[in-house]
């Protein structure tokens, strides 16, 4: 579903990503964490096209992201991604943010897209929300309702790019339960995130990245309890500290 | 003597209203091809193309560094020497709508590039197409950004017109130049000419600032 080739990037003269080589197969969920500043986000941006490769080839979907011709604007259709910061439309409500892309791009009737989008909400927890502005939600809220916005498109692949990072530790499990709720359901996804509750609960493989390159592949047990390098060990003795 | 001036003057209201008509025709005309043009260039130069965008910010500067009054001028008496023919009242609003869109495009570019990235990118996520992008996500939340300068250009504007009075146009302002030849007191024929811009102007210098402080409360709100 999503097949990474030696893939390279530069942001200048600094190196973000190294030699990447990684499959995801359709269903899989695919845990990526690794220190900040390790390129995992941009990693994972790439998938959609937000980044470009410099070098190596990315195959999305069977279309190959770097080639000029394919058309990014309906490969992206296809692929969800939630992003640290929500990024809701803020002059838009829950629901309006959700039935944007389905009635515009994808030219489902608006009475469709609408009970498309209240059903998705719902089962998102937020069935007493569909006309609140992102600045009346919680952080919680707005991720939730950046999930259903994703989903409302039908998408074959989603990516949530530190979807919890910007939450007040509260409001954490319910962005989690929903992305369970997702994994659950055998939707292809790739997650960068340091929870380790929800990788060692839905995905099949953690990758480790550091400095742009993945060091450690393996699954979530195995890279929890038995890290097989020094960097990985050091990396979890952090994040585990508390 | 005052009576009798005031008395005169009040015989040459007719002119005056046809002063008052000639400024509000030239100004709402070219202030509202302006804004079209303007918001089209504004989208244009915050686009993706550099070529488009250097050459749209070339002819902004170039407009924006010279006088009006040089510019209409050009654009009255040196086009008709190369072949075009203009009269004085299309020149005018050639000259007016031109200005009014290098205006409003700098105002536009600078509401497109204050929406946050992470906007651009949702919507970029989502599969919107360029149009869309624009239309649904970026300039809806651009106007926040763009309305209150942009009406307070238009006060501007409006008395940027009095200029055309030098090609022999009949607006505002030069009727006050015919009528004070015949009634010989300029400080109170020009009193009147400046009360009557300031009576059109004045409502949307108010527009502007209550825009200002309620888009500014709005905006407050939204966390981002």
């Known amino acids: ?242 | 003597m005052i009576w009798q001036q005031l008395h005169s003057l009040i015989g040459s209201y007719p002119l005056a209203l046809r002063g008052l008509g000639m400024t509000a025709v030239l100004s709402l005309i070219s202030l509202a091809l302006g804004t079209l043009i303007g918001f089209a260039l504004g989208v244009l130069r915050a686009g993706d193309s550099r070529t488009l965008s250097g050459v749209i910010g070339a002819w902004v500067d170039l407009i924006r560094g010279t006088p009006f009054l040089v510019q209409i001028f050009l654009i009255f008496f040196i086009l008709p020497e190369l072949g075009v023919e203009l009269d004085a009242f299309t020149a005018g609003i050639i000259g007016l709508t031109n200005l009014a869109s290098c205006f409003i495009c700098e105002i536009v570019v600078a509401g497109i590039r204050a929406v946050p990235t992470g906007q651009v990118e949702a919507a970029l996520a989502s599969g919107l197409s360029r149009w869309q992008r624009m239309r649904q996500v970026v300039l809806p939340q651009a106007m926040r950004v763009v309305l209150p300068p942009l009406v307070g250009q238009y006060v501007l504007l409006i008395k940027d017109s009095s200029v055309v009075s030098a090609i022999g146009l009949t607006d505002l302002t030069r009727v006050g130049w015919l009528v004070v030849q015949r009634v010989p007191n300029g400080l109170l024929v020009f009193a009147l000419v400046g009360l009557a811009y300031f009576i059109v102007c004045y409502p949307l210098i108010l527009l502007a600032s209550r825009l200002e402080k309620r888009l500014g409360a709005a905006h407050a709100e939204v966390q981002l």
């Open chain 1, 1 to 242: 579903m999503i097949e990474f080739r030696g893939v390279n990037k530069w942001f200048g003269p600094l190196h973000v990503l190294k030699d990447i080589t990684l499959s995801v197969e359709p269903r899989e969920v695919v845990v990526v964490c690794g220190p900040s500043g390790s390129g995992k986000s941009t990693l994972i941006r790439c998938i959609n096209g937000l980044e470009t490769i410099k070098d190596g080839d990315l195959v999305v979907d069977g279309q190959h992201v770097s080639d000029r011709a394919t058309n990014m604007t309906q490969l992206r259709t296809e692929i969800g991604f939630v992003f640290q910061q929500f990024n809701l439309y803020p002059h838009k409500t829950a629901l309006e943010n959700v039935t944007l892309a389905p009635i515009h791009v994808r030219k489902i009737p608006r009475a469709e897209a609408k009970s498309a989008g209240r059903e998705l909400l719902a089962k998102v927890g937020l069935a007493d929300k569909f006309d609140a502005y992102p600045a009346e939600l919680s952080g919680g809220q707005q991720q939730r309702v950046a999930i259903a916005r994703s989903l409302c498109m039908r998408p074959k692949i989603m990516l949530f790019d530190e979807p919890t990072s910007a939450l007040d530790p509260e409001m954490i499990s319910e962005v989690l339960d929903v992305m369970v709720a997702v994994a659950e359901e055998s939707m292809t996804m790739m997650v960068v995130t340091h929870e380790m509750g929800f990788a060692r609960k839905v995905a099949k493989r953690v990758v480790f990245i550091d400095a742009g390159a993945i060091v450690e592949t393996g699954t979530p047990e195995e890279f929890f309890s038995h890290p097989r390098t020094e960097r990985s060990r050091a990396f979890l003795s952090k994040i585990l500290r508390h």
